[in-house]
């Protein structure tokens, strides 16, 4: 189900990273990429949020303070992976991270819809499995 998501974000956004940030089509696919790692790295951490936190932020809630936490993070990940190894000068990196996290973590909520079982079954599938451990893991235990 994630690649599907992935699949979906590199439908809507290629197009709007070529034409409103002049990437190549090179730059582009790997700046939705970096995004999508950039959730999994971020949220496949769980360090200092709970699964109330992460399921806030895949809502159509109202993010609240955990949660904004987290989409910053997963924003300061992702310029750090667009500078590093997309290629994206600083400038750019920023304009593209700021457009890219709304958009993953609208398309996880689109597909989440706040219900846990759909967090984790996303979180079980789809090669994230890493994710899953780190994360549900902490859940799970007693």
Same mark, same amino acid.
């Given at each position: 189900m994630f690649d599907q998501i992935l699949s979906n974000l590199q439908k809507s956004a290629v197009?709007? $990273?070529?034409?409103?940030?002049g990437l190549d089509e090179k730059q582009a696919g790997g700046s939705v990429t970096a995004a999508a790692d950039s959730v999994k790295q971020v949220v496949g951490g769980g360090d200092g949020f709970g699964?109330?936190?992460v399921m806030n932020l895949f809502s159509q809630q109202k993010n609240n303070a955990a949660a904004d936490g987290i989409m910053s993070n997963i924003g300061s +990940? $992702?310029?750090s992976k667009l500078v590093n190894? +997309? &290629?994206?000068?600083? &400038?750019?990196a920023s304009g593209v991270s700021a457009m890219l996290v709304p958009m993953v973590t609208e398309l996880i909520s689109?597909? +989440?819809? &706040?219900? *846990?079982?759909? $967090?984790?079954? $996303?979180?079980?599938g789809g090669g994230i *499995? &890493?994710? *899953?451990k780190g994360m549900l893991g902490k859940l799970f235990k007693g």
């Open positions: 197009p709007q $990273l070529i034409s409103q940030f699964m109330d936190d +990940v $992702l310029q190894s +997309v &290629g994206l000068d600083a &400038g750019k689109k597909h +989440v819809g &706040g219900d *846990a079982k759909n $967090l984790q079954s $996303l979180l079980g *499995a &890493g994710m *899953a």
